[in-house]
């Protein structure tokens, strides 16, 4: 049975503060936490899950988990969930040592100026894993990649992508060699950055858009045009409408 201090615990991972302090996360949802398990990235300290779960796993499953878990009861699970109804098992995951930038002369690189949702953000790093982007250069304010909600929404393509967090107009200005694009409302059309092996995509805060510092360190605004009425479009979809078009190479 889970004793009060490691319900606490679990509860307070909630917290950036916290997290960074213990330099842990939390993931939950069988398909997430046996996904993180499988890549290897983040050693697991401990995992918690129903019996009715665990009974159903296939023996090279339970042996995988078998080290740090523990099986407890609905109404414990209950208490250490972040969602309204539990999902089966919550595992305390170590952070990833922090990676420096790679090089963005030879890649395709996103660059996140305060994207503050969650769900935004873990569905951009799971959509730059799809696309086999190596690295997301975030802002500082950009939402935490260990929160609960960016974990989930990553589906474990958190371990297959280094998201680093700077500031980044000294970042920016120090990658001089590679095209700057900048997505906004009245740009260039997206057409224009079709099939290109390095470039920096540059995608804005969900209300606000580019900081116009940032966007001063652009080479080109481009934009996804329009056939309908909408204000704009949700910031993780133009992410994904931008890494195909780069990706993409017109025979």
Not at 96 to 124: C, F, H, M, W, Y
Not at 143 to 156: F, I, L
Request: net charge negative; hydrophobic share 40%; glycine share 4%.
């Amino acid at each position: 049975m889970l004793s009060k201090n490691n319900i606490k615990y679990i509860q307070s991972l909630q917290h950036k503060k916290v997290r960074d302090a213990e330099l842990a996360f939390v993931a939950e949802g069988p398909k997430t936490v046996v996904e993180l398990l499988h890549t290897g990235v983040f050693p697991c300290r401990s995992l918690y899950a129903l019996e009715s779960w665990v009974s159903k796993l296939e023996p090279s499953q339970l042996k995988m988990i078998q080290p740090y878990l523990e099986v407890i009861k609905d109404f414990e699970l209950e208490k250490i969930s972040s969602y309204t109804s539990a999902n089966d098992v919550v595992a305390i995951f170590s952070q990833q040592e922090v990676k420096s930038p790679l090089s963005a002369e030879n890649t395709v690189t996103l660059v996140l100026d305060d994207i503050r949702d969650p769900g935004n953000l873990g569905t951009i790093i799971r959509t730059a894993d799809w696309f086999g982007i190596p690295q997301i250069i975030c802002s500082n304010h950009t939402v935490d990649r260990y929160n609960p909600k960016v974990v989930q929404s990553t589906m474990a393509s958190l371990g297959r992508v280094n998201v680093h967090y700077t500031s980044l107009i000294p970042w920016l200005k120090s990658e001089i060699a590679v095209p700057k694009f900048a997505a906004t409302l009245h740009g260039k059309p997206v057409a224009m950055i079709e099939g290109r092996a390095a470039a920096i995509l540059i995608i804005g805060n969900e209300s606000n858009g580019i900081s116009m510092e940032v966007l001063d360190e652009a080479d080109e605004q481009i934009t996804i045009p329009a056939f309908g009425g909408a204000e704009s479009l949700n910031a993780a979809v133009s992410a994904a409408i931008l890494l195909y078009t780069v990706r993409y190479k017109r025979n």
